[in-house]
Nanobody, 124 residues
């Protein structure tokens, strides 16, 4: 099994920045693709960003491209999401996800391991 624990959420004004972290433990050797998803009240969980095992391939939702950066430190079993130029519409619970699949998939159904989520609130 793999356990994921997110941290770094909080309240920030529009235009500000936050950095989310997701630490993995357990059978981390089995993890390949990792990603960040978010879910706002009344909305479905949506893909934000994803990265391959090496971190060499990264993928972003159009809504965050150019503002968010996903990175990965395999020595620390941690993936990060640097969020800049935050907007009120970025407000959501952010979830870290991981899977043995080496392909980064934008559907949440493709991920077997999930963190508990961390709240990000952006005020206008």
């Amino acid at each position: 099994q793999v356990q994921l624990v997110e941290s770094g959420g909080g309240l920030v004004q529009a235009g500000g920045s936050l950095r989310l972290s997701c630490a993995a433990s357990g059978r981390t050797f089995s993890i390949n693709a990792m990603g960040w998803f978010r879910q706002a009240p009344g909305n479905e969980r949506e893909f934000v960003a994803g990265t391959s095992r090496s971190g060499g391939a990264t993928y972003y939702a159009d809504s965050v491209k150019g503002r968010f950066t996903i990175s990965r430190d395999n020595a620390k079993n941690t993936v990060y999401l640097q969020m800049n130029s935050l907007k009120p519409e970025d407000t959501a619970v952010y979830y870290c996800a991981a899977d043995r699949n080496p392909i980064v998939v934008r559907s949440p159904n493709a991920y077997n391991y999930w963190g508990q989520g961390t709240q990000v609130t952006v005020s206008s």
